[in-house]
Antibody, heavy 119, light 107 residues
Framework: EVQLVESGGGLVKPGGSLRLSCAAS????????MSWVRQAPGKGLEWVGR??????????DYAAPVKGRFSISRDDSKNTVYLQMNSLKTEDTAVYYC??????????WGQGTLVTVSS | DIQMTQSPSSLSASVGDRVTITCRAS??????LNWYHQKPGKAPKLLIY???SLQSGVPSRFSGSGSGTDFTLTISSLQPEDFATYYC?????????FGQGTKVEIK
C-alpha cells in the first residue's frame, strides 16, 4: 500500500525557514517523480513544485510564487522527499501535501502538514 | 503560465442527477488534463488522468473528455459521496496549474 507521511510543519515567523519531509513507502521511491501541492485556508489547490527521479535527471521545477525561495530535494536511500522553504511570507500559510506523480497527475497524496507563517 | 478556468464555480444537484463540469485552458494542452475531487478536511483524490483515463478504483459513473483547450468531467448519476469540490489540473507545461475549483452541493 502506498503511504506518504509529511512532517515538519508548524508556526514560523515571516522571513524564517522551515523544512518539510515526506516519508514514502509501498512503491519503488527511486523511480518516482514527486511533487508538493499546497492549499491556503479556505482556498483552492496550488502546485508548488516537482522533482524528477534521478534516472530522469533529478531536475526540479517550481511555481513562480516560490521560485528562488523554496527548493525540493530527495534522498532515495531514505525514501524521503524534502521541501526547504526560506524567506517565508504570510501568504505561504497553507496545508502542504506531498504527492507521487504519474503521467503528469498526482496519483497518491499524503495527509498534509500545516505551515503557519505569522508574527 | 497556463491559466485553467472551471465553470461553474458551484452547483447544486440532487442524488441521481447527471452533472457536468467544464475546464478551459488558456492555451492548448493536448490531453494533459487531470481531474480531482476533495472532501472537507481530506486530501484530494485523483479521478481522471490524461483527460479521459479513469484512475484505478474510481467508479465508472465518472468520465472525462476533451482535448486542446476544452475539457469536461461528467458524473452520470450523482451519489451522496460525490458531494465535494472538483479541480482540474494541466500538466502540459510547468508550472502545472489547477483550476479554481467547482463545489458540488446537495440541492
Amino acid at each position: 500500500e502506498v503511504q506518504l507521511v509529511e512532517s515538519g510543519g508548524g508556526l514560523v515567523k515571516p522571513g524564517g525557514s522551515l523544512r518539510l519531509s515526506c516519508a514514502a513507502s509501498g512503491f519503488t521511491f527511486s523511480n518516482a517523480w514527486m511533487s508538493w501541492v499546497r492549499q491556503a485556508p479556505g482556498k483552492g489547490l496550488e502546485w508548488v513544485g516537482r522533482i524528477k527521479s534521478k534516472t530522469d535527471g533529478g531536475t526540479t521545477d517550481y511555481a513562480a510564487p516560490v521560485k528562488g525561495r523554496f527548493s525540493i530535494s530527495r534522498d532515495d536511500s531514505k525514501n524521503t522527499v524534502y521541501l526547504q522553504m526560506n524567506s517565508l511570507k504570510t501568504e505561504d500559510t497553507a496545508v502542504y501535501y506531498c504527492t507521487t506523480v504519474w503521467r503528469g497527475s498526482s496519483d497518491y497524496w499524503g495527509q498534509g502538514t500545516l505551515v503557519t507563517v505569522s508574527s | 503560465d497556463i491559466q485553467m478556468t472551471q465553470s461553474p464555480s458551484s452547483l447544486s444537484a440532487s442524488v441521481g442527477d447527471r452533472v457536468t463540469i467544464t475546464c478551459r485552458a488558456s492555451q492548448s494542452i493536448s490531453s494533459f488534463l487531470n481531474w480531482y475531487h476533495q472532501k472537507p478536511g481530506k486530501a484530494p483524490k485523483l479521478l481522471i488522468y490524461v483527460a479521459s483515463s479513469l484512475q484505478s478504483g474510481v467508479p465508472s459513473r465518472f468520465s472525462g473528455s476533451g482535448s486542446g483547450t476544452d475539457f469536461t468531467l461528467t458524473i452520470s448519476s450523482l451519489q451522496p459521496e460525490d458531494f465535494a469540490t472538483y479541480y482540474c489540473q494541466q500538466s502540459y507545461n510547468t508550472p502545472w496549474t489547477f483550476g479554481q475549483g467547482t463545489k458540488v452541493e446537495i440541492k
